[in-house]
């Protein structure tokens, strides 16, 4: 079975500063996908950044970047220039072709001023 | 485009009463739809799925029950409310590159 683990339920940031959201995996599926996804106080589910697994090349959008280590089976989130707005609980999520969708636990990011 | 409502965004309830969330998908035609469960502060939990009109899979056993009447239409509901079934229930289609598109969610508390 797929599971998903996020070993930091919480952490905290300061403004403009990176910081880098831990996310390891088990699976026997080599073709598969990796997400972000942010929930802030509103609580609606935003993605934020998605990775496949056959691409070597880590994902990049803006200030969000992946580490991604396919056989280590790690996917971090770094959040550079870390800003108000990006406090929310963020949770690590895997999906493959034969399965759905599996979360981690989820972060809990606390970006302050 | 492709747009997911789900409804009503609160609602409290009394125990022993019943219940009806409803999530439609709009601009896609034969999604598979999900319904999560989310305790405060914690993960989501899976608890139906269903990838056609009228076919229905069931993650955990438990006190709610799921319905697929239409291509695009997915119904959670529960005939007696337990307090345990007090939480945040998320509506989620697939999209084409495997996200999920989640609906903003209904936030049910039950009395």
């Known amino acids: 079975a797929q599971t998903v683990t996020q070993s930091q339920p919480e952490m905290s940031v300061q403004e403009a500063e990176t910081v880098t959201l831990s996310c390891t995996y088990d699976?026997?599926?080599?073709?598969?996908?990796l997400f972000w996804y942010k929930q802030p106080p509103s609580r609606q589910m935003i993605l934020v950044i998605r990775?496949?697994?056959?691409?070597?090349q880590n994902a990049t959008e803006n200030r969000f970047s992946v580490n991604f280590q396919k056989a280590a089976k790690s996917f971090s989130l770094k959040i550079s220039d870390s800003q108000l707005g990006d406090t929310a609980m963020y949770f690590c999520a895997f999906i493959s072709v034969r399965n759905d969708m599996r979360f981690g636990a989820g972060t809990r990011l606390t970006v302050k001023p | 485009s492709q747009t997911i409502h789900q409804w009503p965004a609160t609602l409290v309830q009394p125990v022993g009463s019943p219940l009806s969330l409803e999530c439609t998908v709009e601009?896609?035609?034969?999604?598979?739809l999900y319904w999560y469960r989310q305790a405060a502060g914690r993960g989501l939990q899976l608890l139906f799925y269903s990838v056609g009109i009228g076919q229905i899979s069931s993650e955990v056993p438990q006190n709610l029950s799921a319905s697929r009447p239409q291509d695009r239409q997915f119904i959670l509901s529960s005939k007696k409310l337990l307090l345990s079934d007090s939480g945040f229930y998320l509506c989620?289609?697939?999209?084409?590159?495997?996200?999920?598109?989640f609906g903003s969610g209904t936030r049910l508390t039950v009395v």
């Open positions: 601009g896609t035609s034969n999604p598979n």
């Open positions: 699976t026997s599926e080599n073709n598969y996908y």
């Open positions: 989620a289609w697939t999209a084409e590159n495997y996200g999920y598109t």
């Open positions: 990775q496949e697994a056959y691409k070597q």
